[in-house]
């Protein structure tokens, strides 16, 4: 299983993450807990108790925020009441809360040299202020990040440390180690040298205030980052945001399943039950992720293991 604090891969026997010290045991009862109420808020579901579901599944998501099924039921039954926006937040949450199984985030950021604060933005109190050394090849600098590599998160962030949060540590002034997490840079792109300005596309749970910070650390300069737009996630941009007012007047389509997942290469499996069980399954492929279908019907989203091996990541039927 994965320590839902840092990531990392662990032992299902493991009380303590090796990686950043947080208590497993504390997460397997989590989890438990969260299972029981998601069994009774889809119980609630069933008999048309639809504020008792809601109940049911928000005590669920307050055990694990990860819990797909019932962030999916809950945007379901928010739907049934009328509540579009909330049904619609609930799924984009569901959509994007696991970083290892997420697809690229794109942004348009603007680094500010001479300070440093905690939060590695500037909208903190600078912790340090030092003269500005002019960066020559900006775009070379950046093309320096490329590819897969350990990033430390900013102080005030919710990685947790010892069962706390960061940004708890930092308000109580205690100094605490972070700990690195793995992160991919897939393109990094200058668009204004003189301003600072780049596009990044990278992996999900990547800081672009760390990033900041690496990139003025490795020019020799203190740096933050002053401005941040996320322009796109997935396949889907910017510019095909609709506004909340949209929402609200239902001035806006649903997407199928097929089109939000239309980047994975679509295989054909014969034995549902197997998937639906969320057993390994071996296929043959050339893509290491693959929606796995049944009659043309997307039922979820497996991962190569090893070799023709492959494991489920998320079930969607």
């Given at each position: 299983?994965?320590?839902?604090?840092?990531?990392?891969?662990?032992?299902?026997?493991?009380?303590?993450?090796?990686?950043?010290?947080?208590?497993?045991?504390?997460?397997?009862?989590?989890?438990?807990?969260?299972?029981?109420?998601?069994?009774?808020?889809?119980?609630?579901?069933?008999?048309?108790?639809?504020?008792?579901?809601?109940?049911?599944?928000?005590?669920?998501?307050?055990?694990?925020?990860?819990?797909?099924?019932?962030?999916?039921?809950?945007?379901?039954?928010?739907?049934?009441?009328?509540?579009?926006?909330?049904?619609?937040?609930?799924?984009?949450?569901?959509?994007?809360?696991?970083?290892?199984?997420?697809?690229?985030?794109?942004?348009?950021?603007?680094?500010?040299?001479?300070?440093?604060?905690?939060?590695?933005?500037?909208?903190?109190?600078?912790?340090?202020?030092a003269p500005i050394q002019p960066i020559a090849d900006?775009?070379?600098?950046?093309?320096?990040?490329?590819?897969?590599?350990?990033?430390?998160?900013?102080?005030?962030?919710?990685?947790?440390?010892?069962?706390?949060?960061?940004?708890?540590?930092?308000?109580?002034?205690?100094?605490?180690?972070?700990?690195?997490?793995?992160?991919?840079?897939?393109?990094?792109?200058?668009?204004?040298?003189?301003?600072?300005?780049?596009?990044?596309?990278?992996?999900?749970?990547?800081?672009?205030?760390?990033?900041?910070?690496?990139?003025?650390?490795?020019?020799?300069?203190?740096?933050?980052?002053?401005?941040?737009?996320?322009?796109?996630?997935?396949?889907?941009?910017?510019?095909?945001?609709?506004?909340?007012?949209?929402?609200?007047?239902?001035?806006?389509?649903?997407?199928?399943?097929?089109?939000?997942?239309?980047?994975?290469?679509?295989?054909?499996?014969?034995?549902?039950?197997?998937?639906?069980?969320?057993?390994?399954?071996?296929?043959?492929?050339?893509?290491?992720?693959?929606?796995?279908?049944?009659?043309?019907?997307?039922?979820?989203?497996?991962?190569?293991?090893?070799?023709a091996v492959f494991r489920c990541v998320r079930g969607?039927?």
């Amino acid at each position: 299983m994965n320590c839902m604090n840092c990531k990392s891969v662990v032992d299902v026997g493991m009380e303590i993450c090796p990686n950043c010290g947080f208590n497993l045991r504390v997460q397997r009862k989590c989890f438990s807990l969260s299972n029981m109420y998601y069994n009774l808020g889809l119980d609630k579901a069933e008999i048309r108790d639809l504020s008792g579901a809601i109940d049911m599944l928000r005590r669920s998501l307050k055990f694990n925020k990860y819990n797909i099924h019932a962030r999916n039921l809950l945007g379901l039954v928010y739907f049934e009441t009328g509540e579009a926006v909330a049904a619609l937040s609930e799924w984009i949450i569901s959509k994007n809360i696991m970083p290892e199984n997420n697809v690229a985030t794109e942004y348009i950021a603007t680094l500010q040299l001479g300070i440093q604060t905690i939060s590695d933005d500037i909208w903190m109190e600078p912790l340090k202020e030092a003269p500005i050394q002019p960066i020559a090849d900006f775009q070379s600098v950046l093309d320096s990040f490329r590819g897969v590599q350990k990033q430390v998160p900013p102080m005030i962030s919710s990685v947790r440390v010892n069962g706390r949060k960061l940004y708890e540590y930092a308000r109580e002034g205690i100094a605490v180690t972070r700990p690195e997490r793995e992160v991919t840079i897939y393109d990094i792109e200058a668009l204004d040298t003189q301003k600072l300005q780049f596009r990044v596309s990278c992996s999900s749970g990547t800081y672009v205030r760390s990033l900041c910070h690496d990139i003025a650390q490795k020019t020799g300069n203190l740096g933050c980052m002053s401005s941040l737009v996320r322009t796109k996630v997935g396949r889907f941009s910017l510019d095909e945001c609709v506004t909340l007012q949209d929402v609200q007047e239902g001035c806006f389509q649903l997407h199928t399943l097929q089109e939000v997942l239309s980047h994975y290469e679509p295989v054909e499996y014969e034995r549902p039950a197997d998937i639906y069980n969320g057993k390994k399954i071996t296929l043959r492929c050339e893509a290491d992720d693959v929606a796995i279908t049944h009659n043309g019907n997307i039922v979820a989203i497996y991962q190569r293991e090893d070799a023709a091996v492959f494991r489920c990541v998320r079930g969607l039927w």
